[in-house]
């Protein structure tokens, strides 16, 4: 299957910082693409979309000013998350839309963040 | 909303089968997915099957779709210990992308 690349795998910073999470598909280009959080022991919770070349669209109680999203080229999109707290430490899924392959999602490895 | 159940564990002894249930109430669900989910890992997707299809199978996995009854179901033949793992089920329909995913099903397997 398709390959999609996430960084970093794990990341622990101080609250006040900013993070930023990159996703990358790695053989094929991706016009959409997908930021999930998932909770210790829970599903995965759909953040937002990221369009390239566009805005991205967050879901209800998403706070997009919190969690920037950037889509710059066809196959990268990056998660900021800014001032980051505690309450924000969790495990974050990129996923890829393959759309020239059945449209399929294909997902990163995750990034673990912890807030201190 | 839609909605997408799953248990949330499941046991089995090695060498058996496992069967991972999965039900969903969109009627307009158009793609149904199995991922596997392994300790501090993203998602690996498994096998998909689409909504005008009955069964698929692909070496050990075979998925059966009920869709009069919205059930889905996933079995892993001869169970090893590297399937031990957490199962997703998700959902998608026609023009809308995104994935509305259950709550996960934690196999086990007993030796």
């Known amino acids: 299957g398709a390959v999609v690349s996430q960084h970093p795998s794990r990341v622990i910073c101080k609250s006040g910082t900013s993070v930023k999470i990159e996703c990358r598909s790695l053989?094929?280009?991706?016009?959409?693409m997908f930021w999930y959080r998932q909770f210790p022991k829970k599903s995965l919770m759909l953040m937002a979309t990221?369009?390239?070349?566009?805005?991205?669209?967050?879901e209800q109680g998403v706070e997009k000013d919190k969690f920037l999203i950037n889509h710059a080229s066809l196959t990268l999109s990056t998660l900021t998350v800014t001032s980051a707290h505690p309450e924000d430490s969790s495990f974050y899924i990129c996923?890829?839309?393959?759309?020239?392959?059945?449209?399929?999602?294909?997902f990163g490895a995750g990034t673990r963040l912890s807030v201190l | 909303g839609e909605d997408v159940e799953q248990s949330l564990f499941l046991s089995v002894r090695e060498g058996d089968s496992s069967v991972i249930n999965c039900t969903y109430t969109?009627?307009?669900?158009?793609?149904l997915y199995w991922y596997k989910q392994e300790p501090g890992a993203g998602l690996q997707l498994l096998t998909y099957?689409?909504?005008?299809?009955d069964m698929k199978q692909d070496q050990r996995l075979t998925v059966l779709l009920n869709k009069k009854d919205k059930h889905l179901s996933l079995r892993i033949a001869d169970t090893q210990t590297g399937d031990s793992a957490i199962y997703f089920c998700?959902?998608?329909?026609?023009?809308?992308?995104?994935?509305?995913f259950g709550t996960g099903t934690r196999l086990t397997i007993i030796p």
């Open positions: 969109d009627s307009s669900s158009t793609y």
């Open positions: 990221s369009n390239e070349g566009s805005k991205a669209t967050y």
């Open positions: 053989d094929f280009q991706a016009t959409t």
């Open positions: 998700a959902e998608s329909s026609t023009g809308n992308e995104k994935l509305t």
């Open positions: 099957i689409f909504s005008n299809m």
């Open positions: 996923s890829a839309l393959d759309r020239a392959g059945k449209n399929i999602q294909y």
